[in-house]
């Protein structure tokens, strides 16, 4: 099993900077795909960046192309969301997730492990 904890919640102003980590315990994080999704108040939860089991690849949302970056340090079993030019509409809860199959998704489903989430707000 796996259990997975964000963190670097805050408060920044449109054109901040933030990071966000996401901590795994358990076996096997190496091995899984981690991906990051948002969902804002009254809002779907959606997609904003995933990464392969070894970091060579990366998928991004559309709207944080360019200024967000997804990365991962296996050795520390953490996968890290750094977020560069934030806008008011980056303005959401932020959820770490993990995957056992191979590939990297997009969809919310394909996942097998979820954080808690860590609210991120965005001031204009």
């Known amino acids: 099993q796996v259990q997975l904890v964000e963190s670097g919640l805050g408060l920044v102003q449109a054109g901040g900077s933030l990071r966000l980590s996401c901590a795994a315990s358990?076996?096997?994080?190496?091995?899984?795909?981690m991906g990051w999704f948002r969902q804002a108040q009254g809002k779907e939860r959606e997609f904003v960046a995933a990464?392969?089991?070894?970091?060579?690849?990366?998928i991004y949302a559309d709207p944080v192309k360019g200024r967000f970056s997804i990365s991962r340090d296996n050795a520390k079993n953490t996968m890290y969301l750094q977020m560069n030019s934030l806008k008011p509409e980056d303005t959401a809860v932020y959820y770490c997730?993990?995957?056992?199959?191979?590939?990297?998704?997009?969809?919310?489903?394909?996942?097998?492990?979820w954080g808690q989430g860590t609210r991120v707000t965005v001031s204009s």
């Open positions: 358990g076996r096997g994080f190496s091995s899984y795909v």
């Open positions: 990464i392969s089991w070894s970091g060579g690849r990366t």
């Open positions: 997730a993990a995957k056992t199959s191979a590939f990297t998704s997009s969809w919310a489903s394909d996942y097998d492990y």
